[in-house]
């Protein structure tokens, strides 16, 4: 045990005094999280409030209450159009990202005129797919005050003009940071730099030992194998665990930015309670000890550093394809199925992402836990066994 | 003075002139390539160092030195035969060999990120050392070598000569009774050489049990008592410098040497 410390000390030592470590597994995490959320806030902040720029209106149109209410409502300047055909040039010129028509219409028994409106855009422009979308709205709304009006002419109850009510009732049971839109996306954050967080200095711990020689200095030394593999085992698991924690850091600082996106991407605040706290604690540390055994298995195969980052890339993809699916869970009902507790990685994803939530699933835990912990177990023994297998850490 | 204190107390120049301290009896080693198939590099070497004697073991690159070594520091498991060091049996026990000897080659490397005070604690700790054992064994090899001007200075930024008396430091601060050097002087410049061939020089003065691994004539004809000629994994002669010479009827070592392991006139070897 005590030489498990000693060695654990010393590679955690060396990895904290490595610039890779610092920038790769601490800072890396921290900055990308920080950029990813603020262009998601912006992004988030521009769909609801879209910067239209020029709305076109065709001559006679803009004295509408309705193309009033949209301008107003979508920030944007009224540009009138002697006609169609010219607003519709204009259009195509970019010079209007969409263009309103609108003739009066007669109704008959109505109390009053009519209107109808036409809308012209370029549907792959997203800024002016929303403006449609808002002038829809406007006029259902616009609609539905007409008719109550009409209703009220007539006397009778303006409820008839919507016989069907429907209403949304927010029933999360989460608060804070579960409550905020980018809980879909920090599971998977969380995950990859577990793993990502041991990339940086994994290469280093056996395969670069082995290639400048110092592994052979420790071997000739009365540490036993498993001393050895153990005390490096537990300073690269430290280090994914920080790696991983660097992301909620990230989003701790997007929190408190004073950039005016707190608002928008955390409307309830980023406190957490303390289960899913735990909860995500209790997924993380097995998890990580799962991606160290993997990542100090792939440094003791290779033969040196080359090799070892060839190897590394190629078993990053196995870790990031279930992670980037994990982001699309909560689109399905996925999440609940047996399979999905018994699959690595996807499990801890939906537990953390449940735990996020406030709607953790106690045996989804239990079974993300045993499965990482016995992957943990299994990748250790490889290592251990690799380090007794003289052909894999003698050659170079 | 101070040289003859960090290589320990003569101890083991007490245990008598014959006393074997490393001992191999048809010790083989073979391996297997994907491509040669199976490659023998070691074959029934047979051989004995003693205390306060230096051991040669002279050979091309290639010929089967290294993985004599690592057999005998337990890095590799013999094939074949049996290999004991201070009297302990390299496969029965490994760790008790791993305690009493001491390695050092120029391919082994430092750690680049520690300090040279930080590479001797910790090897000191793994050879079990601690409190004022540790620091009173630091403080004489960081007297002895000359270490004090870059002792806190990481590894990274030492010189190629300031290395190696880190690695020499590392490689008796437990005070082994048996030292293994590997090629040693390989790629250094002559004062680093000489430093490290007066550095072997001082451990036979204090009774150590000397393996020393070249290709370097007049090295071994410098330091060597009894010297060993390994060819292609077999041994082709064995005696002192002088025996050796008269073995093969030649009147330099280096001509010996070739006659030993059959080289051919033209750069090919039998």
Same mark, same amino acid.
């Given at each position: 045990?005590?030489?498990?410390?000693?060695?654990?000390s010393?590679?955690?030592?060396?990895?904290?005094?490595?610039?890779r470590?610092?920038?790769g597994?601490?800072?890396g995490?921290?900055?990308?999280?920080?950029?990813?959320?603020?262009?998601?806030?912006f992004?988030?902040?521009?769909?609801?409030?879209?910067?239209?720029?020029?709305?076109?209106?065709?001559?006679?149109?803009? %004295?509408?209450?309705?193309?009033?209410?949209?301008?107003?409502?979508?920030?944007?300047?009224?540009?009138?159009v002697?006609?169609?055909q010219?607003?519709?040039?204009?259009?195509?010129?970019?010079q209007?990202?969409?263009?309103?028509? +609108?003739?009066?219409?007669?109704?008959?028994?109505a109390?009053?005129?009519?209107?109808?409106?036409t809308?012209?855009?370029?549907?792959?422009?997203?800024?002016?797919?929303i403006?449609?979308?808002?002038?829809?709205?406007?006029?259902? %709304?616009?609609?539905?005050?007409?008719?109550?009006q009409?209703?009220?002419?007539?006397?009778l109850?303006?409820?008839?003009?919507?016989?069907?009510?429907?209403?949304?009732?927010n029933?999360?049971?989460?608060?804070?940071?579960g409550?905020?839109t980018?809980?879909?996306?920090?599971?998977?954050?969380?995950?990859i730099?577990?793993?990502?967080?041991?990339?940086?200095?994994?290469?280093?711990?056996?395969?670069?030992?082995k290639e400048?020689?110092?592994?052979?200095t420790?071997?000739?030394?009365?540490?036993?194998?498993?001393?050895?593999?153990?005390?490096?085992?537990?300073?690269?698991?430290?280090?994914?665990?920080?790696?991983?924690?660097s992301?909620l850091?990230?989003?701790?600082?997007?929190?408190?930015?004073?950039?005016?996106?707190?608002?928008?991407?955390?409307?309830?605040?980023?406190?957490?309670?303390?289960?899913?706290?735990?909860?995500?604690?209790?997924?993380?540390?097995?998890?990580?000890?799962?991606?160290?055994?993997?990542?100090?298995?792939?440094?003791?195969?290779?033969?040196?550093?080359?090799?070892?980052?060839?190897?590394?890339?190629?078993?990053?993809?196995?870790?990031?394809?279930?992670a980037?699916?994990?982001?699309?869970?909560g689109?399905?009902?996925?999440?609940?199925?047996?399979? +999905?507790?018994?699959?690595?990685?996807?499990?801890?994803?939906?537990?953390?992402?449940?735990?996020?939530?406030?709607?953790?699933?106690?045996?989804?835990?239990?079974?993300?836990?045993?499965?990482?912990?016995l992957?943990?177990?299994?990748?250790?023994r490889?290592?251990?066994?690799?380090?007794?297998?003289?052909e894999i850490? +003698?050659?170079? | 003075?101070r040289r003859?204190a960090?290589?320990?107390?003569?101890?083991?120049a007490?245990?008598?002139?014959?006393?074997?301290?490393?001992?191999t009896?048809?010790?083989?080693?073979?391996?297997?390539?994907?491509?040669?198939?199976?490659v023998?590099?070691?074959?029934?070497?047979?051989?004995?160092?003693?205390?306060?004697r230096?051991?040669?073991?002279?050979?091309?690159?290639? @010929?089967?030195?290294?993985?004599?070594?690592?057999?005998?520091?337990?890095?590799?498991?013999?094939?074949?035969?049996?290999?004991?060091?201070?009297?302990?049996?390299?496969?029965?026990?490994p760790?008790?060999?791993?305690?009493?000897?001491?390695?050092?080659?120029?391919?082994?490397?430092?750690?680049?990120?520690?300090?040279?005070?930080?590479?001797?604690?910790?090897?000191g700790?793994?050879?079990?050392?601690?409190?004022?054992?540790?620091?009173?064994?630091?403080?004489?090899?960081?007297?002895?070598?000359?270490?004090?001007?870059?002792?806190?200075?990481?590894?990274?930024?030492?010189?190629?000569?300031?290395?190696?008396?880190?690695?020499?430091?590392?490689?008796?601060?437990?005070?082994?009774?048996?030292?293994?050097f590997?090629?040693p002087? @390989?790629g250094?410049?002559?004062?680093?050489?000489?430093?490290?061939m007066?550095?072997?020089?001082?451990?036979?003065?204090?009774?150590?049990?000397?393996i020393?691994?070249?290709?370097?004539?007049?090295?071994?004809?410098?330091?060597?008592?009894?010297?060993?000629?390994i060819?292609?994994?077999?041994?082709?002669?064995?005696?002192?410098?002088?025996?050796?010479?008269?073995?093969?009827?030649?009147?330099?070592?280096?001509?010996a040497?070739?006659?030993?392991?059959?080289?051919?006139?033209?750069?090919?070897?039998?």
């Amino acid at each position: 045990m005590k030489l498990i410390q000693h060695v654990f000390s010393k590679e955690l030592r060396e990895m904290f005094r490595d610039k890779r470590v610092i920038t790769g597994a601490f800072l890396g995490p921290v900055i990308l999280i920080i950029f990813l959320l603020t262009l998601f806030g912006f992004l988030d902040k521009a769909v609801k409030e879209p910067s239209i720029g020029k709305i076109g209106v065709v001559q006679g149109g803009e %004295k509408s209450p309705l193309i009033q209410a949209l301008s107003l409502g979508l920030k944007a300047e009224v540009d009138v159009v002697p006609t169609l055909q010219e607003g519709r040039q204009r259009l195509r010129q970019s010079q209007v990202k969409i263009l309103f028509h +609108v003739v009066p219409r007669k109704i008959e028994g109505a109390a009053q005129e009519g209107q109808e409106m036409t809308a012209y855009f370029d549907r792959n422009e997203q800024v002016a797919l929303i403006a449609a979308q808002a002038a829809q709205a406007a006029v259902q %709304k616009q609609n539905s005050v007409m008719v109550q009006q009409s209703l009220q002419g007539a006397g009778l109850s303006p409820d008839l003009s919507e016989p069907v009510m429907f209403r949304i009732e927010n029933e999360s049971a989460s608060r804070g940071l579960g409550a905020s839109t980018i809980v879909s996306l920090l599971p998977y954050l969380i995950i990859i730099w577990a793993f990502y967080g041991g990339f940086s200095i994994v290469s280093d711990l056996v395969a670069g030992e082995k290639e400048r020689g110092t592994l052979e200095t420790l071997l000739i030394s009365p540490i036993r194998r498993i001393e050895i593999v153990w005390g490096k085992f537990i300073a690269l698991s430290i280090v994914c665990l920080l790696s991983s924690l660097s992301s909620l850091v990230g989003v701790l600082i997007v929190g408190i930015l004073p950039i005016g996106l707190a608002k928008t991407l955390f409307p309830d605040g980023i406190q957490m309670g303390i289960g899913p706290i735990l909860a995500i604690t209790a997924t993380l540390v097995p998890l990580v000890a799962f991606f160290s055994g993997l990542l100090l298995a792939i440094s003791a195969f290779a033969k040196n550093m080359r090799e070892c980052q060839t190897y590394l890339t190629l078993v990053s993809f196995l870790v990031l394809i279930p992670a980037i699916f994990s982001q699309f869970i909560g689109f399905t009902d996925l999440g609940k199925a047996t399979w +999905v507790q018994f699959a690595p990685i996807l499990n801890s994803s939906v537990v953390i992402r449940d735990a996020l939530l406030n709607k953790l699933n106690g045996q989804a835990l239990l079974i993300c836990m045993a499965v990482n912990i016995l992957l943990a177990l299994v990748m250790l023994r490889i290592v251990v066994r690799m380090f007794h297998r003289e052909e894999i850490l +003698v050659r170079t | 003075m101070r040289r003859a204190a960090i290589l320990g107390p003569r101890k083991a120049a007490e245990l008598k002139y014959t006393a074997r301290m490393v001992r191999t009896e048809a010790l083989s080693k073979s391996f297997y390539d994907p491509k040669k198939g199976e490659v023998r590099a070691v074959v029934d070497v047979s051989i004995e160092a003693h205390p306060g004697r230096i051991f040669g073991l002279l050979g091309v690159n290639g @010929a089967g030195k290294t993985t004599l070594l690592r057999m005998l520091s337990t890095v590799l498991r013999p094939t074949s035969g049996r290999a004991e060091v201070a009297g302990v049996d390299v496969v029965a026990d490994p760790g008790r060999v791993r305690a009493s000897i001491g390695f050092l080659s120029t391919s082994t490397a430092l750690y680049g990120r520690l300090s040279a005070r930080e590479v001797l604690e910790y090897f000191g700790g793994l050879y079990g050392l601690q409190g004022e054992a540790l620091r009173q064994r630091m403080e004489l090899a960081i007297e002895t070598l000359r270490l004090n001007e870059f002792l806190d200075r990481l590894c990274d930024k030492l010189s190629t000569g300031q290395k190696q008396r880190v690695s020499i430091a590392r490689t008796i601060l437990h005070d082994p009774p048996v030292l293994f050097f590997d090629e040693p002087t @390989a790629g250094l410049d002559v004062m680093n050489s000489q430093t490290i061939m007066e550095f072997i020089e001082g451990a036979r003065q204090n009774g150590k049990t000397v393996i020393f691994s070249t290709h370097i004539m007049s090295e071994a004809e410098r330091l060597c008592d009894d010297v060993t000629v390994i060819h292609e994994g077999t041994l082709r002669g064995r005696g002192s410098v002088e025996e050796l010479k008269s073995q093969a009827g030649e009147t330099s070592l280096e001509k010996a040497f070739l006659k030993l392991a059959d080289y051919t006139p033209g750069g090919v070897s039998a």
